[in-house]
């Protein structure tokens, strides 16, 4: 199938050849690591919905691929990767052959970097609005003197156990599992996750990537306070902030307590940074990124269009 618009021919590609996206990818988002991966992410999922080219003379001049998600299945995810050029047209044609594709379902939704200034621009002017931004800083680890940043943390009736303590507490894993499921759904509710089964969010929170020894919950009269996951990097002397909250939101200061002893324990394991991804949805992420001195760090932005 083949459609005309201006200029530009458009055209559907059933059977995508992952090493020629890759190679244009390297070409057109140079060093934009997360633009490449998500594309990519995209294209091979097994849920991927559609792909569609921009020729220009005969030219390759864009692409576009649509997906849906298990874990979130409320809406279509896109990406759209351009050559470089001026004005808006390429988007244009590509965005609306998505629109146009017969299984679409809304609302559709993708995530730049704030600095793409020509697609951020692009997407709300075709009625796209911001649901969200997530920032992605680093934090240099250094020992903490509890008693200077928190100098009443002795005298609460609280306990600090890792994850390795209570993989094997039946009652308190059901406990930590179910809390750390309804944040997240709070966290989320613009895009609403899927009905999941209790070992899928087990997997999820226990997985291999975990730091178990670093990963800490505070327990008061046998219920969980607070949580605070830690996982293992990709990259060498540095770790990842993961998934963090609590019962209340009157009880976030265990959130950050839980929090500085992950800095200390990353110190003393050597390890330099940890990094965060902090979503504005997430009431707790955001009141680490306030409370600690991370450094400046870019911003990606999350679109959503609910109609066309």
């Known amino acids: 199938m083949e459609m005309l618009r201006s200029d530009y021919a458009i055209k559907r590609n059933n059977s995508v050849n992952i090493e020629f996206i890759k190679d244009i990818l390297s070409k057109w988002v140079w060093d934009d690591d997360f633009t490449y991966r998500y594309f990519l992410r995209g294209v091979h999922i097994k849920n991927n919905i559609c792909t569609y080219e921009a020729y220009e003379d005969k030219k390759l001049v864009g692409l576009i691929t649509a997906w849906k998600s298990a874990f979130h299945p409320s809406c279509t995810y896109f990406s759209m990767v351009t050559k470089q050029h001026t004005g808006n047209e390429i988007e244009a044609v590509l965005i609306e052959a998505l629109y146009n594709f017969k299984n679409i379902q809304l609302p559709l939704q993708t995530s730049i970097w704030e600095s793409s200034y020509g697609l951020k621009t692009f997407y709300e002017e075709v009625g796209f609005l911001e649901v969200r931004r997530t920032y992605m800083p680093l934090l240099r680890t250094s020992k ?165």
């Not at 089964?197 to 730091?211: G, R, V, Y």
């Not at 839980?258 to 200390?264: C, P, V, Y």
């Not at 009431?283 to 990606?300: D, G, I, Q």
């Open 144 to 308: 903490m003197d509890f008693q200077q940043v928190f100098p009443d943390v002795n005298e609460q009736d609280i306990s600090i156990q890792d994850f390795d303590s209570i993989d094997n507490h039946k009652e308190l894993k059901f406990k930590l599992i179910n809390l750390v499921r309804e944040n997240y759904e709070i966290a989320h509710s613009v895009n609403p996750v899927g009905v999941h089964s209790f070992q899928k969010w087990e997997e999820l929170i226990f997985n291999e990537d975990t730091i178990k020894s670093g990963s800490f919950v505070i327990l008061k009269n046998n219920e969980i306070q607070a949580y605070s996951l830690l996982h293992y990097s990709n990259t060498p002397i540095q770790f990842e902030f993961g998934w963090r909250g609590c019962r209340k939101k009157t009880d976030v200061r265990n959130m950050l307590i839980l929090t500085a002893s992950q800095i200390n324990y990353a110190f003393e394991k050597g390890v330099k940074y940890i990094e965060a991804e902090v979503d504005t949805t997430d009431y707790f992420s955001v009141e680490m990124l306030k409370f600690f001195p991370f450094s400046p760090a870019p911003t990606l932005l999350t679109v959503q269009k609910k109609d066309i």
